[in-house]
């Protein structure tokens, strides 16, 4: 579909150049740009609505990242973007394909400094071991064809002139929706490299820590349904909170409140988790299926360590994301 972009504009640009002996053909050749420029391929950038850390402003936890890298098979990120969801994930951003790593306080605070570790291994290990959907031209690729598939959509309601334009892009709209189909299923087998990020996980922090974050997976919709009370009981002052402040301490009574949950659930929860395919998302192989994969491999011992000095370095990198995070919480979570 880029190659098609491409065309149209080049397309565009003979027929105003050349098509001036004409009226018609130097409007159809505009047309043509201007739908070239809306469906021109697309990188994806850094958020403009979340804290993004660059090395100058948190240089211990990027040298951690660094370590961590290497350990794996590969190199660091340029940035770091914080969060409030549940959740981690490596993408690349830009032109120059820069390694961004985004890290959700709604993961990371109820993770301990062992399971923080093994979640960097799992994340890093993505960029070690080759991520399709992450590659510049096929990520592109998917970008455009979603975007083709938007503009292609027919009116929901449509006129007498919206039907014809429906039927007339009917062809186009097909072809459009078969070929994300079909890149979509080719590069859906990627998501078995999830079991070569969990062994880097096991790898880097051991494969009793990357068992314990893979079953901290299955309580990410707590961590969400609890985030969302405190932004309720924030905002409507139940039970005497205000909203002014209710985000100091918010994490820490995150951390509380999954750390309070029994094993007996855990184990209901993977007991459910292998019943019904649980998975993070729909990119992502079952979690049973991980864990299994985890812990009936070859047990290995944590190559890494996080020690007092270099956690409590990282929590004050980390201290105006946090709070920023913490009010973004508070202030839009209810919605």
Not at 302 to 315: E, F, G, N
Request: a neutral charge; charged letters at 20%.
């Amino acid at each position: 579909m880029n190659g098609i972009t491409f065309a149209l504009a080049v397309a565009g640009v003979l027929l105003v150049v050349l098509g001036w002996s004409t009226v018609v053909q130097p409007l159809v050749g505009a047309v043509l740009i201007v739908l070239a420029v809306v469906l021109r391929p697309r990188f994806a950038s850094l958020p403009d609505n979340e804290p993004v850390l660059q090395r100058a402003d948190a240089p211990r936890l990027f040298a951690l990242i660094d370590e961590v890298a290497a350990a794996v098979g590969t190199t660091g990120v340029h940035a770091v973007v914080i969060g409030p969801d549940a959740n981690a994930s490596v993408t690349l951003v830009g032109i120059r394909q820069r390694r961004v790593l985004y890290l959700d306080l709604g993961l990371r605070e109820i993770l301990s400094p062992p399971q923080r570790l093994a979640l960097l291994g799992h994340e890093l290990g993505h960029y070690a071991n080759g991520d399709l959907r992450r590659a510049k031209n096929v990520g592109s690729a998917l970008r455009s064809l979603a975007l083709w598939c938007y503009m292609l959509a027919p009116e929901p309601s449509p006129t007498f002139l919206e039907r014809f334009a429906n039927l007339l892009l009917a062809p186009p709209r097909w072809a459009a929706r078969g070929l994300l189909a079909l890149l979509d299923g080719l590069t859906m087998r990627t998501s078995q490299r999830e079991y070569l990020a969990d062994r880097a996980a096991a790898r880097i922090a051991s494969s009793e820590t990357a068992v314990e974050l893979l079953d901290l997976l299955l309580v990410t919709d707590a961590v969400d349904i609890e985030l969302r009370r405190e932004s309720v009981l924030a905002q409507t002052g139940i039970g005497g909170r205000s909203r002014r402040d209710a985000w100091d301490g918010l994490w820490e009574r995150l951390a509380a409140h999954v750390g309070s949950v029994p094993e007996r659930e855990y184990e209901r929860l993977r007991r459910v988790s292998a019943l019904r395919g649980h998975s993070v998302d729909s990119t992502h192989p079952p979690t049973h299926a991980r864990r299994q994969c985890v812990s009936e491999g070859e047990p290995r011992p944590a190559l890494m360590t996080l020690d007092d000095d270099t956690s409590a370095a990282i929590a004050t990198e980390l201290a105006a994301a946090r709070k920023r995070v913490a009010q973004q919480v508070i202030r839009d979570f209810a919605g």
